[in-house]
């Protein structure tokens, strides 16, 4: 049994530190948000008042954090001369599962290894559903040894364990997943629309579209129609899941992401343009959708 301190407990980050409790791990937790303490304490963890309280004494240290700044702001931001990787001890590992650029995980790893402490990025994919059925896929950048180190934390959250590469790998790999997602939930919406509009039913096209070439991970398994499928985001007006202001938020770092390589990224770019619109309120002016699951971009399609 390890000491986690877990820092972060969205729709994410608490699924994924319960999982840490129930695999037998003492977890202490730090969130701003205090309903989101006590469904921790429910679960058998503690929680701490601060974040350097949560990392105190700690095998491991897991943040799960909205953006880059969050994590510049949580592990670089300078309390009393020092900041928080100096409170970390050397031998802890430091796992930074949030979804952030490239080079900001670069920088802070940088300023973990000056402190000779060892970190890895580690951004998931798999949504609250698979954050809460523990089966999240990780994409980890860092030294293969602190991986290994590591892979008993991942594998009591998740399904699959990936490593990416060095520092930052991580972040690309999920900024490359994320820009592929999000063409294939705006095609697949495109594709049913378009057969609704002419006559058929969503469910049939569905099926057919899932035996066939035009099968992938947005049909199969998080179909964007609502009632087509059952226990997914569109059959319960498009609440929980993944939001259209994160997906925004990622295409936005794929699109920066291309251009610091100078590769073009045509698909990526379009997908972003859409769920802008959407965010927006579509050609139609509806209320900001930036909260709706990502699969609403249906809506789009069929208004």
Same mark, same amino acid.
């Given at each position: 049994m390890a000491r986690i301190g877990f820092i972060g407990l969205g729709n994410m980050g608490g699924p994924m530190a319960i999982n840490l409790i129930k695999a037998g791990h003492d977890v202490v937790a730090f969130d701003l948000v205090e309903a989101a303490l006590e469904r921790v304490r429910a679960a058998g963890g503690r929680s701490a008042a601060s974040a350097r309280e949560a990392v105190l004494d700690a095998n491991f240290v &897991?943040?799960?954090?909205?953006?880059?700044?969050? &994590?510049? /702001?949580?592990? *670089?931001?300078?309390? %009393? %001369?020092?900041? *928080?990787? $100096?409170? #970390?001890?050397?031998?802890? =590992? #430091?796992i930074d599962c949030s979804t952030i650029a490239a080079e900001t995980a670069r920088k802070v790893a940088a300023a973990a290894r000056e402190r000779t402490r060892?970190?890895? !990025?580690?951004? &998931?994919? +798999?949504g609250v559903g698979g954050a809460e059925a523990g089966t999240l896929t990780f994409m980890i950048g860092g030294d293969a040894e602190v991986v290994e180190a590591a892979r008993p934390v991942f594998e009591a959250m998740g399904r699959n364990v990936f490593h990416a590469g060095d520092a930052g790998a991580g972040q690309v790999a999920k900024m490359c997943n994320n820009m592929l997602l999000a063409v294939l939930m705006t095609g697949t919406a495109e594709a049913i629309a378009? @057969? =609704?509009?002419n +006559?058929? !039913?969503? /469910? =049939?096209? /569905? $099926? #057919?579209?899932?035996?066939?070439?035009? @099968?992938n991970w947005a049909l199969n398994v998080y179909n964007p129609y609502p009632g087509v499928m059952d226990g997914v985001p569109a059959s319960r007006d498009y609440s929980g899941g993944f939001q259209v202001d994160l997906m925004i938020k990622d295409l936005t770092l794929a699109m920066e992401g291309a251009a610091a390589s100078g590769q073009s990224t045509p698909m990526g770019a379009l997908a972003r343009s859409l769920y802008v619109l959407h965010k927006n309120? @579509?050609?139609? @002016?509806? !209320?900001?959708? +930036?909260?709706? $699951?990502? /699969?609403s971009i249906q809506k789009l399609f069929s208004s």
């Amino acid at each position: 049994m390890a000491r986690i301190g877990f820092i972060g407990l969205g729709n994410m980050g608490g699924p994924m530190a319960i999982n840490l409790i129930k695999a037998g791990h003492d977890v202490v937790a730090f969130d701003l948000v205090e309903a989101a303490l006590e469904r921790v304490r429910a679960a058998g963890g503690r929680s701490a008042a601060s974040a350097r309280e949560a990392v105190l004494d700690a095998n491991f240290v &897991v943040s799960m954090l909205p953006a880059g700044r969050h &994590v510049e /702001s949580l592990y *670089l931001q300078q309390e %009393n %001369n020092a900041c *928080l990787l $100096d409170e #970390i001890a050397p031998e802890t =590992v #430091i796992i930074d599962c949030s979804t952030i650029a490239a080079e900001t995980a670069r920088k802070v790893a940088a300023a973990a290894r000056e402190r000779t402490r060892r970190m890895l !990025d580690a951004p &998931v994919s +798999g949504g609250v559903g698979g954050a809460e059925a523990g089966t999240l896929t990780f994409m980890i950048g860092g030294d293969a040894e602190v991986v290994e180190a590591a892979r008993p934390v991942f594998e009591a959250m998740g399904r699959n364990v990936f490593h990416a590469g060095d520092a930052g790998a991580g972040q690309v790999a999920k900024m490359c997943n994320n820009m592929l997602l999000a063409v294939l939930m705006t095609g697949t919406a495109e594709a049913i629309a378009l @057969g =609704v509009a002419n +006559g058929l !039913d969503p /469910s =049939v096209l /569905s $099926d #057919i579209m899932k035996q066939s070439s035009g @099968g992938n991970w947005a049909l199969n398994v998080y179909n964007p129609y609502p009632g087509v499928m059952d226990g997914v985001p569109a059959s319960r007006d498009y609440s929980g899941g993944f939001q259209v202001d994160l997906m925004i938020k990622d295409l936005t770092l794929a699109m920066e992401g291309a251009a610091a390589s100078g590769q073009s990224t045509p698909m990526g770019a379009l997908a972003r343009s859409l769920y802008v619109l959407h965010k927006n309120g @579509g050609a139609l @002016g509806h !209320d900001d959708a +930036g909260g709706l $699951d990502f /699969s609403s971009i249906q809506k789009l399609f069929s208004s």
